[in-house]
């Protein structure tokens, strides 16, 4: 391995004699950032400040980042036991059937310096974004933001995109040893064997996985019907949880977290099932995947509408309800998506610079990692039923096709495809039959996630089957919605096939 640049130190980058800005960010994550990068771009005079002493907020710390590292890990250990037995295939490494979990947050925590580094030297160097890093912003009024050592800086404006903290929930226990969310896994210092996952969220799904997948003995609970938060046709969302137990882990939905027990550090987990009664499961290790909170305790001073959940409310234009003081990102709330909080940063910056724009949620693509990328978007099957005259859909597998169904057979699915075909994965297309315009997409695979970016485009730009099935495909394309588009689009009236 190279030895690692690392150019950060001292962590700032901003003209000292400069008091005055256009704008001061508060937070340098996601939403910062790329509200920063855009006004930098645009011609404009920013300063970043930002707690942590890096940019790229807790998306490179220790959430999305370390989710989708964990994610690879599961996929590479999955095949890894699933060809286990195969005399081609190497042995996977574990001790009495596990492989250990230390080493591999080691690893993460020295990739995460060269991921700082690019942060910092893309920032400094190629957008020569103002920043400060590793101090605390004070506001002190609308235009003052006082940074501890360093004075008060004046700006016309001020975008406060300070992110959100991992939620707790307040039963007893909760602040045992043995108890994380993603903000303190990186914490990790036992192997643990069993584990409850409370949770059956984008954070709590990955994580149960992962622990499945080095051998862990894992427990999923979950309130409510598992998945029914996300916009999954019941087919779809069947399928991913029935890969989920495929792979040995235990789903306990319509359960409720009663109390973690243990005598100062974790030993078992009581939860309330949906009869009423109570059950004790055994975890020396309890992951919270109970979502996030809007951390904005900094915008006390302004007075500003906070909501109920403590997000900074704001319109569509992420002005708050003091002019000149806008948010963005997770601080205010809803959706907590990476997409989101770098467009908001750069619709409000768009704003401050006389340029109206608006934040579109009404419709958005989205994903979920277990052993697979559950990917979605606009209507399910079900939800097109109720609102459209006459739906359209195409589905791999075929519904009632008799035989094992070798496909789909994407990238990265081939081996199950010819070795164990129900587990290479679910996908569905969704056309108004009227319109032909694509409405809906699904599936569960292998890098299909990407072409959901692009669909959602296709579905707003109102694109037809007729103009899909023209597209140029890349075989073997993961998500094989384009061939199988072609194969129907000759239809003048679109029918689902048997
Ligand atoms: C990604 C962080 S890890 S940012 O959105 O590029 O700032």
Redesign the pocket.
């Known amino acids: 391995m190279t030895v690692l640049y690392n150019n950060r130190k001292p962590f700032d980058n901003y003209d000292t004699t400069c008091k005055g800005y256009d704008v001061i960010f508060i937070g340098g994550?996601?939403s910062g950032?790329?509200g920063s990068s855009y006004f930098k771009a645009m011609g404009g005079n920013q300063l970043t400040i930002e707690t942590d002493n890096h940019?790229?907020?807790k998306?490179?710390k220790n959430a999305?980042?370390l989710h989708h590292y964990l994610y690879d890990i599961t996929v590479e250990l999955d095949k890894a036991r699933n060809w286990d037995m195969k005399e081609y295939w190497p042995k996977i490494p574990n001790n009495n059937g596990k492989v250990e979990i230390l080493p591999i947050l080691r690893d993460y925590l020295i990739g995460r310096e060269y991921?700082y580094d690019f942060?910092w030297y893309q920032s400094k160097q190629q957008l020569n974004l103002q920043f400060l890093l590793m101090r605390p912003a004070e506001i002190l009024d609308k235009n003052t933001v006082r940074v501890e050592g360093k004075g008060e800086f004046r700006s016309k404006y001020l975008v406060i995109s300070t992110g959100s903290r991992a939620a707790v929930p307040p039963v007893p226990g909760n602040r045992l040893k043995g108890v994380f969310t993603y903000a303190n896994f990186l914490d990790l210092d036992y192997e643990p064997n069993n584990v409850v996952v409370v949770g059956a969220s984008k954070t709590g799904i990955p994580w149960a996985c992962f622990f499945n997948a080095v051998g862990c003995n894992t427990t999923l609970v979950e309130m409510t019907p598992a998945l029914s938060q996300f916009n999954l046709d019941d087919d779809v969302r069947d399928y991913t949880i029935k890969m989920m137990k495929y792979r040995g882990l235990t789903i306990m939905d319509n359960t409720t977290l009663v109390s973690i027990n243990g005598d100062g550090s974790a030993q078992s987990v009581t939860v309330k099932i949906a009869d009423g009664q109570t059950k004790t499961i055994k975890a020396d290790l309890v992951f919270l995947g109970t979502g996030s909170t809007p951390h904005s305790d900094v915008a006390a001073p302004l007075e500003l509408e906070i909501g109920t959940q403590k997000q900074i409310v704001v319109n569509k234009r992420m002005q708050t309800s003091i002019p000149n003081v806008y948010a963005s990102g997770d601080v205010t709330g809803g959706i907590m998506e990476?997409w989101k909080?770098?467009q908001a940063g750069m619709i409000a910056t768009k704003n401050i610079l006389g340029n109206p724009a608006e934040l579109e949620t009404d419709i958005y693509c989205d994903s979920l990692h277990s052993f697979y990328e559950t990917s979605w978007v606009g209507m399910t099957e079900k939800e097109a039923k109720e609102k459209l005259d006459r739906v359209f859909t195409v589905t791999m597998p075929i519904k009632g096709y008799p035989n094992l169904n070798p496909l789909p057979v994407a990238e990265g699915s081939m081996l199950y495809a010819h070795q164990w075909p129900e587990l290479t994965g679910f996908q569905k297309i969704v056309y108004d039959a009227k319109t032909r315009k694509i409405v809906g997409a699904q599936h569960v695979g292998y890098g299909g996630k990407d072409s959901f970016q692009y669909l959602l485009y296709m579905i707003k730009k109102g694109a037809t089957i007729d103009e899909i099935a023209n597209l140029t495909e890349l075989f073997l394309n993961p998500t094989h919605f384009i061939q199988l588009s072609r194969l129907r689009a000759g239809m003048k009236n679109l029918v689902d096939l048997a």
């Open positions: 994550g996601a950032r790329f940019l790229g907020g998306c490179c999305c980042v991921v942060m990476m909080a770098r």
